[in-house]
């Protein structure tokens, strides 16, 4: 079977997101400030960012290839992993949302070759015109997206921005850098079978969090199902419900293959692992700076998305060896929240 590590490239083999530093360094601020904007709010696709934060750049392509440069090395060490990658048999090939002219004078430099998947962009003086390269609509989020791109086989994903959401959903195995460790809300945990309350249509995300014992060890494991409210302002859209059991399995009860299943009034909507994940890594990050304290609770990835969950619905999560955890979506009104 084909193994490849699909990396993205701006913020993940690069320090930095050269991208975003070239739009507003070179282009326009204002329209950058706005077109982010739209995309946090969920208005604007990826491809329309793209192209018109870069409409306003006009600097000639030489120039904005030696300050990439100097601003934006691999990150030590990538050299390195590469050939380790392809030394243990994995192929290793970059998706990115940014420019052919823009990365591969940087991986020239660093003495890395690798398979490229890139837009293109034609760098006139009077604004440079983004050439897009990833197929129109993808099946799973309706964005032109890097899910397409993945190859056949088993796949490792790594990235670290919006354009990378889709692809990595499809993945088996999924790793996230320390920046997208968050703290939660400990009063929005509920248990089986609670009210969830909501105004709109819900998201719900299956998890697997694990529960800290003494002096910091994981102490247990347990199904956890994060909702989310898709279009309420970040970050009321999430936080207010994290349904948690039904039972903890000590970890050598936990079983080696996690899968995930959830069925939505009866119907399976969504299948996962929730296997494979670095707990341990985990909790040493998460014991950075503070002190875990028995029964603070860690989530691991999410294996995947339900979304468009109306009220009145009863939603189960089922995973091997800790059983169903089951909640319903309940109407309520609209308020300031
Ligand atoms: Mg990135
Ligand atoms: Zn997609």
Request: proline share 7%; charged share 25%.
């Amino acid at each position: 079977m084909n193994r490849s590590v699909v990396l993205d490239y701006d913020g993940t083999v690069t320090e930095f997101d050269l991208l975003d530093r070239i739009a507003r360094e070179f282009g326009d601020p204002e329209v950058y400030d706005e077109v982010e904007r739209g995309l946090d709010e969920g208005r604007l696709p990826l491809r329309e960012v793209i192209t018109r934060e870069f409409a306003p750049v006009t600097a000639p392509l030489d120039e904005v290839v030696s300050w990439v440069l100097e601003h934006s090395p691999v990150r030590p060490g990538f050299a390195d992993f590469v050939g380790a990658a392809r030394g243990a048999g994995w192929d290793v090939r970059i998706v990115s949302s940014g420019f052919h002219e823009l990365i591969e004078p940087v991986l020239a430099r660093a003495g890395v070759e690798v398979d490229l998947h890139a837009n293109r962009v034609d760098p006139r003086p009077d604004g440079w015109r983004v050439e897009w390269r990833y197929p129109d609509e993808c099946d799973a989020c309706g964005e032109s997206c890097k899910r397409a791109l993945l190859p056949p086989g088993e796949v490792v994903y790594v990235g670290d921005g919006y354009s990378d959401r889709c692809a990595a959903l499809a993945a088996d195995r999924v790793f996230d850098d320390e920046t997208s460790f968050e703290f939660a809300n400990p009063a929005a945990v509920v248990g089986p079978g609670a009210a969830i309350a909501s105004d709109r249509p819900l998201e719900l995300l299956p998890r697997l969090a694990a529960v800290v014992g003494l002096d910091g060890a994981l102490g247990g494991f347990t199904a956890f199902a994060e909702w989310r409210r898709p279009g309420a302002p970040v970050p009321k859209d999430r936080d207010f419900a994290l349904s948690l059991g039904p039972v903890v399995v000590t970890p050598d009860a936990l079983a080696a293959e996690l899968t995930s299943v959830v069925h939505v009034d009866g119907d399976e909507r969504l299948q996962g692992r929730l296997d494979g994940f670095a707990w341990s890594a985990a909790r040493d990050l998460a014991a950075r700076g503070t002190v875990l304290r028995p029964g603070d609770l860690l989530a691991g990835p999410a294996a995947g998305r339900v979304d468009a969950i109306p009220p009145e619905t009863l939603v189960e999560l089922d995973v091997t060896g800790i059983g169903t955890l089951s909640g319903r979506t309940r109407q309520t009104t609209a308020r300031g929240t």
